[in-house]
Structures are given as structure tokens and as C-alpha cells.
């Protein structure tokens, strides 16, 4: 029997997260994973939804601002090679972080692991059962979508969003139930792929408690795309035909579609860990109770990503990771997911960290907020784009930046900046100061940071 300082049942990016901050501890890790490396993440998640679009992209003819013309039949015909190759693209990122974790000295046991003790847990594999010991526990087990009693999958109309890169083919109409995080990025992809889109939600915004400026700018262009937004609204009735779904939604509204796609609405992946007996204790949607530490109700067994009930996203479940390991390798560190940025896959695409103005003062802060507009950049005129929006938020006693929000062409890749000012103290002076290349997207950030210096000056 192999024994280990640290073992992580589940693969995804939370788990990869917590062995390899553990390497880095000089600790002996273990990750368990019984369906590939990567998780949600690399499979069904973000990696191949911006494979998708980025081949998508590259096809003569596609624009961003053109994208999504009603041709779901041509778009059917090309799905093979498409899939294919993003399925190639997520099986050499696997691949690579497989021989990273080898490169690492740490263990990666393929098989079903489950817990048979405080510190043991049983690998179970076609070709046998090995047990591995270890000092300490780390759970990463993900969710999955959880169904409506009212619409349960049936795998020919209902499916779960995570099943979306299984599909055979590209319906000509779909409607995706949740307009969080999950939805807006399966609506963008349909969207190109040719597909009339329908999103339900029964909020009021989409990306629902996020910037509600961002939101709407979100909605704009979605609409601009012609996809139909249904917020507000409850599912009435649905009613399956030989090749159809007849959907009622409340306020008389009527439509077919061919499929449905759910997201949002989850259940934690914890039906075979025996849980209760180890005293790790569970909420509604079972899932796992943890602390700021990460720690369950369990001495020396921590849980991480999804399977504690937060929305599946690869940032905070990498943040949650290191802050498991650490805790459980003797440093004291709590997790603030105020410093963590969310990122949302859309095109354009949405990121955010920090507080937003309208809450700020719920957390002792007196909010300022800059802003400017993405059509206002050289970098829209040169790039062809116009749709998006920049805000810094600041304190107005201290004037260090305490939130960004940002909609915009490759916001991902500018949000880690702002989550550098918000966990390092930096003042929006300093945001302000950014260099940065002339004409660049990054000047959006440095222009709603010299706006939200104005008006701590005291100007409008």
C-alpha cells in the first residue's frame, strides 16, 4: 500500500491545483481520477468552447459582428471535423499536464477513488482495487447538471449542458435553460454554429449578480445576434412531438425547438463517498460544507471546486485548490474569493473581480467608479469592433482599486491585471499609470482608471 502526504480524488482543475501546490511544498501527492485529466474544465468547459469558437473564427467569411446566420444544416456537415478537432486540441492539453503532473514526481492513479476511512481510499480500476494511504484529504469530485422533475433527460430532446460537444448534430433551434455562466457561453457557440438560440431564465439579467451594466451590455449584444432572450419567465409545459419540443413559457409565450440544453441548476458529485459515516457534512443539493480553509467537518479531509456547491469555474476552483493544500500541509490561509476573477466565454467576452459600486459599502468601502467605453479606443476602430465596456472601482478613503468589470474582446486575458491591483492594495493612480501599448485593448483599463481618478479628485 502507497502511502502519500496529500491525495486528491478528482482531476479537474481544482484537484491538479492542490497536488501541485503540494509539490511545491515538498509534500508526496497522489491525484485519483477515473475519466481523464481536466475535468469539466478541459472537456466540457471553457477549453473547448474557445477551441470551438476559435476554429469557428478561422473559417473564411466568419466575423464576430456577423456571426450567427441561420445555417445550422451546413454547420451539421462540418460538426465531425469540428468536434474532432477540438477533441484532439483537449486530449494534448490532457496529455501535456498528464507528463507536467510525471515531470512533478506526482502520482496520478486512474480509477474510481472512494474513501474507506479518514485517510484511506480505494482505487478501483477494470484490472483490479489498489488502497492508498494518505495523511491528508483532498475531495474535488465535481457536479453534474441536475435535471427538472419536469424535464428529465431523455438523450434525444433534453440533454445536459454538460453533453454539449456530444452532440451528433447542430440543431436548427435550441433553447438553453440558465443564463448564467454556462448558458451565455453555449448560446454564443450555437449562435455560430448557425443554430436559432433561445435562453430562459427565471432572473431578470443574465450573469445574474454580476455588474448590472455588464450584464445589460451582455443582453444588447445577444440580441444584436438575434438571440431570443427569455428572462423573467418560468417554464410553463413542454410537450414532446415526433422531431419536436413544443415549449409554454409563462405570459402566453409559445415555441418549438428542436433541443433543450440545461445549466445552471447542479448537484454535487458526492453519492459514493459515504459522506455522512466519515462525518463530512452535506448541504440541500448535497453538496459538501466546507470553511474558508477548505475544511469539512471532517479532521483532515478537504473539499474543493463544484463539488462544494459553487459555480463550476476554473480560477476560483485553482485558488481553492492551493488554499486546500496549504491548509492541509500547515500553513494558515483562508480563501478570498473577492480577489479570485470570473471569467465568461462570450463574444465579446465578460470578466470580473472585486466589488461591484452598487454593494461596495456592505464591505466598508465608499465606491467610485470609472468607466469607459470600448467604442471610444483606437484599438475598436483598428480591430473592427465596438461593442464593450470598461469599469474600475475604487475605494474613495484609501483609492486602491477594489473592482474591475470588464465586456470586451479578449477580457480574459486583461482581468488578471485588475486582479493584481485588487489583491495587491495598488491605487487606481497606479491603474492609471499602466503602460501599456498605444492603442491596445489594456488602454479600456487605463481609461476607466484615469475616470475613476477624475472623480476621486473630485471631478464628474
Known amino acids: 500500500m502507497e502511502e502519500f502526504d496529500l491525495a486528491v480524488l478528482g482531476g479537474g482543475v481544482a484537484g491538479i491545483s492542490a497536488v501541485l501546490r503540494a509539490s511545491e511544498m515538498g509534500a508526496r501527492a497522489c491525484l485519483i481520477e477515473e475519466k481523464g485529466i481536466g475535468g469539466s474544465c478541459f472537456h466540457n468547459g471553457p477549453y473547448p468552447i474557445r477551441t470551438a469558437l476559435n476554429l469557428l473564427r478561422d473559417r473564411p467569411g466568419f466575423s464576430s459582428s456577423t456571426a450567427g446566420s441561420d445555417n445550422a444544416e451546413s454547420a451539421t456537415a462540418n460538426l465531425p471535423g469540428l468536434l474532432r478537432q477540438v477533441r484532439d486540441t483537449v486530449d494534448s492539453i490532457a496529455c501535456r499536464w498528464r507528463e507536467t503532473l510525471a515531470g512533478k514526481g506526482i502520482a496520478v492513479k486512474d480509477g474510481r477513488g472512494s474513501l474507506v476511512g479518514p485517510s484511506g481510499i480505494l482505487v478501483r480500476r477494470q484490472d483490479g482495487e489498489e488502497l492508498v494511504k494518505a495523511g491528508k484529504v483532498v475531495i474535488a469530485t465535481g457536479s453534474a ?65 454580476l455588474d448590472a451594466d455588464l450584464a445589460t451590455a451582455l443582453s444588447a449584444e445577444m440580441k444584436r445576434r438575434k438571440v431570443k432572450l427569455l428572462l423573467g419567465k418560468k417554464i410553463v409545459s413542454v410537450f414532446k412531438d415526433d422531431d419536436k419540443i413544443d415549449v409554454s413559457l409563462e405570459g402566453a409565450i409559445k415555441f418549438p425547438v428542436d433541443k433543450i440544453m440545461l445549466t445552471g441548476r447542479r448537484k454535487a458529485n458526492t453519492g459514493e463517498l459515504d459522506a455522512e459515516r466519515l462525518g463530512i457534512r452535506l448541504g440541500e443539493r448535497k453538496e459538501i460544507l466546507v470553511d ?117 474582446p479578449d477580457a480574459s486575458e486583461m482581468i488578471p491585471l485588475a486582479a493584481l491591483a485588487v489583491k495587491k492594495g495598488l491605487t487606481a493612480n497606479d491603474l492609471a499609470a499602466l503602460a501599456c501599448g498605444w492603442g491596445s485593448r489594456f488602454q479600456g483599463v487605463k481609461m476607466a482608471a484615469r475616470s475613476c481618478v477624475e472623480k476621486l479628485s473630485g471631478g464628474k
Open 292 to 408: 474558508e480553509k477548505m475544511q469539512t467537518a471532517a479532521p483532515g479531509i478537504y473539499a474543493v471546486g463544484s463539488v462544494t456547491g459553487s459555480v463550476p469555474d476554473p480560477n476560483r476552483s485553482e485558488e481553492e485548490g492551493r488554499v486546500a493544500a496549504e491548509n492541509a500541509l500547515g500553513k494558515e490561509r483562508k480563501l478570498n474569493p473577492f480577489n479570485v476573477p470570473l471569467m465568461i466565454y462570450t463574444d465579446p467576452e465578460l470578466a470580473t473581480v472585486g466589488y461591484r459600486a452598487e454593494d461596495a459599502h456592505y464591505h466598508g468601502f465608499r465606491a467610485v467608479e470609472g468607466r469607459c467605453d470600448y467604442s471610444a479606443l483606437d484599438h475598436s476602430l483598428v480591430a473592427r469592433e465596438s461593442a464593450g465596456l470598461f469599469k474600475v472601482v475604487a475605494d474613495k478613503t484609501t483609492k486602491k482599486v477594489i473592482g474591475a468589470h470588464l465586456f470586451a
Open 145 to 209: 447538471v441536475d435535471p427538472f422533475p419536469s424535464l428529465p433527460f431523455d438523450g434525444r430532446f433534453v440533454f445536459p449542458g454538460d453533453d454539449l460537444f456530444s452532440l451528433s448534430e447542430v440543431p436548427a433551434s435550441v433553447l438553453i435553460v440558465g443564463g448564467g455562466k454556462a448558458g451565455c457561453e453555449m448560446a454564443v457557440l450555437f449562435r455560430a454554429l448557425g443554430s436559432r438560440v433561445f435562453v430562459a431564465d427565471e432572473k431578470n439579467s443574465l450573469a445574474n449578480g
